[in-house]
C-alpha cells in the first residue's frame, strides 16, 4: 500500500512540472479558447482540463435535443403524434405554391419558422382568420413541420379532434383525464389549433377551448389558430374571457387569399375534360 501512495504522489508531482506552466495550455482550433486550467492543489500549480465552448455549445444543443426528443415521447402518449392528419404531413414550404398561394402568409411562416426561438420566448402567436379554402391549414402545417424537422416538439391538430380526445379521455378517466391532456400539451413548444370553431357548439367545448387556451397562456407558450370564422362571431361564441386571451397571446392575420380547393378543383376538370373529349 505504502509504494501504491508513493507511486501516485510521484506521478502527480510529475504531472505537475510539466504542465505547470500556464502558457503551454492548447486552444482549441475552432473556437480558440483554452483547452486548460491552471490550477492551485497541494502539490502546486496545474493545469487542469476545461471544455472549451465550441464543445460546451454542441453539448448544450445535444442536451436540448435529447429533451426535446422525450418532451415528444410524452407527447406520443398522450396525443398521438400530435394527432397530425396525412393532409398536415404533406404540408411543406419548398411545395408552396407561388401562383395560388398567399404570398403573405408564406413569408409569415418563413420568418416564423426561421425565428422560432425568440417567437417562443417572447410567446408570439397568431390568430389566421379567413375564408374556407384559402391555404391557412397549409400555411400552419408548414410551420408544423418545419419545426418538428428541427427537434421542436409541436401539437398540430384539428379543434374536432382535440375536444374529441378530450372526451374520450374524460370518459376513461374522468376530470383527471381532462387534465392529462391539457398538462400533455404543456410539453409542446408550439400548439397548433386548425379550424377553431368547426367543433360541436355547447359550453363544455367551450370551456374546453379555453382551457387549452388559458394553459398556453399561463405556460408563456406560443400558441397558433386558424379559423374560418369573422372576427365578430369568434367574439360572440367564445367570451370575452376567451376573446381577451386570444388578443393577448396572438396576432390577428387575415387571410385574403381565393379559394385554392376550387382553384385546383377547375384545373383539375379542366385537365379531365382534355382527356376525355380529346
Not at 408550439?190 to 367551450?206: C, F, Q
Request: aromatic share 8%; charged share 30%.
Amino acid at each position: 500500500m505504502q509504494g501504491k501512495g508513493i507511486l501516485k504522489n510521484s506521478s502527480q508531482k510529475e504531472w505537475v512540472s510539466v504542465c505547470k506552466d500556464i502558457n503551454s495550455i492548447v486552444k482549441c482550433e475552432v473556437c480558440g479558447e483554452p483547452t486548460g486550467r491552471l490550477v492551485k492543489t497541494i502539490f502546486g500549480e496545474g493545469v487542469f482540463p476545461r471544455v472549451c465552448k465550441c464543445k460546451r455549445d454542441k453539448l448544450k444543443k445535444q442536451q436540448e435535443e435529447d429533451e426535446n426528443r422525450q418532451k415528444q415521447i410524452r407527447l406520443d402518449q398522450v396525443i398521438n403524434n400530435s394527432m397530425m392528419n396525412e393532409n398536415f404531413k404533406t404540408c411543406n414550404l419548398k411545395n408552396w405554391d407561388h401562383g395560388i398561394g398567399n404570398e403573405n402568409l408564406f413569408r409569415i411562416a418563413t420568418e416564423y419558422i426561421a425565428k422560432f426561438h425568440e417567437m417562443k420566448s417572447n410567446n408570439y402567436g397568431m390568430l389566421v382568420y379567413g375564408d374556407c379554402g384559402n391555404g391557412k391549414t397549409y400555411f400552419s402545417g408548414c410551420i408544423a413541420n418545419a419545426l418538428i424537422s428541427k427537434l421542436v416538439p409541436v401539437v398540430c391538430v384539428g379543434v374536432i379532434a382535440l375536444t374529441e380526445r378530450i372526451s374520450k379521455s374524460k370518459r376513461n378517466f374522468g376530470e383527471e383525464g381532462i387534465f392529462t391532456v391539457l398538462n400533455a400539451l404543456e410539453n409542446a413548444d408550439l400548439l397548433i389549433l386548425d379550424d377553431l370553431g368547426t367543433e360541436e357548439d355547447n359550453k363544455w367545448t367551450r370551456a374546453m377551448i379555453y382551457q387549452v387556451i388559458e394553459k398556453r397562456n399561463s405556460s408563456k407558450l406560443p400558441l397558433i389558430i386558424t379559423t374560418n370564422m369573422r372576427i365578430a362571431d369568434l367574439k360572440e361564441r367564445y367570451d370575452e374571457r376567451t376573446y381577451s386571451r386570444l388578443t393577448d397571446m396572438c396576432s390577428f392575420i387575415r387571410n385574403t387569399g381565393g379559394d385554392i380547393r376550387k382553384m385546383q378543383g377547375k384545373a383539375k376538370t379542366e385537365v379531365f375534360f382534355k382527356k376525355v373529349m380529346r
